[in-house]
């Protein structure tokens, strides 16, 4: 069963930036390396949304309005998915999870980011 763990959210003020780590902790080495890996936000009254992919081979993708300013990453010998965000908006505050894209039934506990002034 795999078992995500995110961490690096906060409050920080409008313009600042932040950067998340999700570790697959229990996922083996030869799953993670080839899987497309996304980290999902969901926004206060909101359906999750899927932010930001990144498949076995590095390619990426993001949603249009965090498009240059979001950048996500993979270190495989850590099991590890990031997500470096600048120039952050009031309407990027939601918790932020990963997980597997497609996903799996098996969410983390998520990590808050609050931008506000």
């Known amino acids: 069963q795999v078992h995500f763990l995110e961490s690096g959210g906060g409050l920080v003020q409008p313009g600042g930036s932040l950067r998340l780590s999700c570790r697959a902790a229990?996922?083996?080495?030869?799953?993670?390396?080839?899987?497309?890996m996304g980290w999902y936000r969901q926004a206060p009254e909101k359906q999750r949304e899927l932010v930001a992919t990144?498949?076995?081979?590095?390619?990426?993708t993001y949603i249009d309005s965090v498009k240059g300013r979001f950048t996500i990453s993979r270190d495989n010998a850590r099991k590890s998915v990031y997500l470096q965000m600048d120039s952050l908006k009031p309407e990027d505050t939601a918790v932020y999870y990963c997980?597997?894209?497609?996903?799996?039934?098996?969410w983390g506990q998520g990590t808050q980011v609050t931008v506000s002034s």
């Open positions: 997980n597997t894209v497609p996903s799996s039934d098996n």
């Open positions: 229990r996922m083996i080495t030869s799953t993670f390396n080839p899987a497309a």
């Open positions: 990144i498949t076995g081979g590095r390619s990426t």
